[in-house]
Nanobody, 126 residues
């Protein structure tokens, strides 16, 4: 089992920044990838970014590329999502996810991840 706890969400004005954190515990050593997804009201869960614990990352190029950065702290088993130049359309609940199945290719679909955090609300006002 892997437990994930997100933090760092909140209300910010358009153009502002937030940094989300996702702390992993339990069998965190078994994780291969970690990802961030988001879900706005009435919409499907959307891929934001993911990283491979051994190195490498990928982003949703249509929506966040160039504005968001995913990173990790190996010592703390924590993943971060730095969000800059926020837009009202970034408003959503942001979820952290972990994949423990082996695989090199980074996965950008929710079904590729086995463990999920409870989510943290990000609201961007115009």
């Amino acid at each position: 089992q892997v437990q994930l706890v997100e933090s760092g969400g909140g209300l910010v004005q358009a153009g502002g920044s937030l940094r989300l954190s996702c702390a992993a515990s339990g069998r965190a050593f078994s994780m291969y990838h970690m990802g961030w997804f988001r879900q706005a009201p009435g919409k499907e869960r959307e891929f934001v970014a993911a990283l491979r614990w051994s190195g490498g990352d990928t982003y949703n190029e249509d929506t966040v590329k160039g504005r968001f950065t995913i990173s990790r702290d190996n010592a703390k088993t924590t993943v971060y999502l730095q969000m800059n130049s926020l837009k009202p359309e970034d408003t959503a609940v942001y979820y952290c996810a972990a994949r423990v199945r082996a695989g090199f290719v980074l996965v950008n679909t929710p079904t590729g991840y086995e463990y999920w955090g409870q989510g943290t609300q990000v609201t961007v006002s115009s």
